[in-house]
């Protein structure tokens, strides 16, 4: 097998490129990881969150959420509110601050995407969702499958 040529490799690859270019912007800027990145983002479309829940979506392991998240609520970035019956719960939301930088964020984010995909004309924008959301769904059907 030639990996260069390996699909999985290339996607590998491929997001490995984009995350670091977006992640040098905000490493630097404003001093987090990609992994707080992740958090961050995920809290700033939505209601507050399960760390469990947030993990699943960012793609982050137990450990890699735990010591994202722990950095986040020393820097005041995220405020974490205790279950009343069951206090190994836990629910999690951008505090004002977090807000701020997700609102700072976004746009470079956003500008970093613009940058990448302007070298695909509108048809070759509009096949490529259409490929990577057929991907996406014979991906996960895969995982459903049992190996042997």
Known sequence: MKLA??????FSVLT????????????????????????????GNGP?????EIGSHVN?????MSRALTKLIKKGLVLRTFDKLDK????LKLSR???????????????????????LNRQERAQL???????????EALNTLKVD
């Not at 507050?48 to 469990?52: C, D, I, K, L, V």
């Not at 190994?88 to 629910?91: A, E, G, L, Q, Y």
């Open 60 to 64: 982050l392991d137990k450990v890699q």
């Open 88 to 91: 190994r719960k836990s629910s």
């Open 48 to 52: 507050p969150q399960s760390a469990n």
């Open 5 to 10: 040529s390996f699909l999985p490799y290339r």
């Open 97 to 119: 601050k977090g807000l701020q930088l997700y609102e700072k964020i976004v746009p470079i984010a956003l500008e970093r995407e613009r940058q990448l995909i302007a070298v």
């Open 129 to 139: 969702d259409a490929i990577l959301e057929k991907l996406e769904r014979r991906a």
């Open 16 to 43: 490995h490129n984009i995350s670091q270019s977006i992640a040098s912007i905000y490493s630097s800027r404003f001093h987090i990881s990609a992994q707080e990145w992740r958090i961050i983002a995920n809290l």
